[in-house]
């Protein structure tokens, strides 16, 4: 059983990285603080810029959902310590593209039918 959720923790903690590592388009992304922060010249590059957001935050949310779950069910106290970080992490990752979203569209709710069914996901995908 710990060793199911041990390739779950690595598959997402790749993920995560990957995430991470090369998620921003080149014409737009520029280096903030917090991670990419993106300038707009018209409608499209601003529907483009959500869009990649909106992938990103979702990806996320999932990582979140299966790390969360292998924290749930590992015994070991040093291992769910070391969980509990790479949770942290992902959860100011979660945090900082809704932010950058908010800031984007100036609103604070979202619609991800789009993105959704570019992922092959359900409006239900945040259930368990």
Not at 67 to 74: P, R, T
Not at 121 to 127: A, G, R
């Amino acid at each position: 059983m710990a060793a199911a959720y041990r390739r779950v923790y690595d598959s997402d903690h790749l993920q995560a990285d990957c995430q991470e590592s090369g998620s921003a388009p080149e014409p737009y992304a520029l280096q903030s603080s917090m991670g990419y922060f993106f300038t707009f010249f018209d409608l499209q590059d601003r529907v483009a810029a959500f869009q990649l957001l909106a992938t990103m935050y979702i990806k996320y949310i999932q990582i979140f959902r299966r790390l969360e779950q292998c924290y749930d069910q590992v015994v070991h106290p040093q291992k769910r310590r070391v969980l509990r970080h790479v949770l942290d992490g992902v959860m100011g990752r979660v945090l900082e593209l809704k932010n950058e979203m908010v800031n984007l569209e100036l609103c604070e709710y979202h619609y991800f039918d789009d993105v959704l069914s570019d992922l092959k996901l359900t409006p239900v995908w945040n259930n368990y």
